[in-house]
């Protein structure tokens, strides 16, 4: 029960923080178009992750009241890495989008919007085919799977982080937000990882509640963060890069 609870918090946490990062885009108008473009990025597969934990999260409850052997709890159990796989192949499209924005600097257009929103959901649907093909839920082959997904995820993430470092492609308290949810994933690696041998006797592995309080610890720092950065767009207030080139920013007297 506890599990569950906490589960169901991360979600929440999840589509607030999205929610969030897509006003703080909003109140950015007038300041760097990348930072904006990064939370908007971040707001939108965010809001997608929470509204894919949302609808799971349906099923678990559902599940829970039905109770183990029934129709209900069997369904969930053959759908469980449906649901886990397409947010977990979702946030490495994520990661990918943030280091080719980083890279590329598209211009903040509908066009882009739309594709970068299009790539998300079509790689939210590509993992949830994987999952369903995967069959139902085994603990030993699916947590080795979120462990491997969650380690490419956390490769593209950081690479992401490192080229947002030079370029000043986001702002301070973004990056602050996904170093946070990068080290999340690096742990989930390790604990995924252990929890593939929860069969065997003697071996060690976390919980899902541990699991599930730390993501939730981590949720509800970023949306603590994302909430002050909200505070500061509405007063247009411009929160720097991490690491800025004072030259960068200096006023032209040429010409």
């Not at 607030?16 to 990348?34: D, N, P, Y």
């Not at 509204?51 to 183990?68: R, T």
Request: aromatic share 12%; net charge positive.
């Amino acid at each position: 029960m506890k599990t569950l609870v906490l589960q169901c918090l991360v979600v929440v946490l999840t589509l607030s923080f999205g929610i969030v990062s897509l006003r703080v885009s909003r109140h950015q108008t007038m300041h760097s178009e990348a930072h904006r473009t990064s939370w908007l990025l971040t707001g939108i597969a965010c809001v997608i992750l929470g509204a894919n934990g949302a609808i799971q999260n349906v099923g678990a409850v559902w599940a829970f009241l039905a109770g183990p052997g029934t129709v209900v709890y069997q369904g969930f159990i053959r759908w469980t890495p449906v649901g886990n796989h397409s947010r977990n192949v979702l946030s490495i499209a994520f990661a990918v989008a943030l280091l080719v924005q980083g890279f590329a600097r598209l211009p903040l257009s509908k066009k882009v919007v739309w594709g970068y929103s299009l790539a998300f959901l079509l790689a939210s649907g590509l993992g949830g085919w994987y999952g369903w093909e995967e069959g139902s839920l085994v603990e030993a082959r699916h947590y080795l799977m979120i462990a491997v997904l969650d380690g490419v995820q956390m490769i593209f993430l950081f690479l992401a982080l490192l080229q947002a470092l030079r370029s000043e492609g986001m702002d301070r308290l973004l990056w602050v937000c996904l170093v946070l949810y990068a080290v999340r994933q690096a742990l989930n690696v390790f604990w995924w990882s252990g929890a593939a041998w929860v069969r065997v006797p003697g071996a060690w592995h976390a919980s899902l509640l541990e699991i599930q309080a730390y993501s939730s610890l981590v949720w509800t720092a970023m949306l603590s963060i994302a909430g002050y950065r909200l505070f500061l767009a509405r007063r247009g207030v411009r929160v720097p890069a991490l690491i800025e080139t004072p030259l960068l920013h200096r006023p032209s007297y040429l010409g």
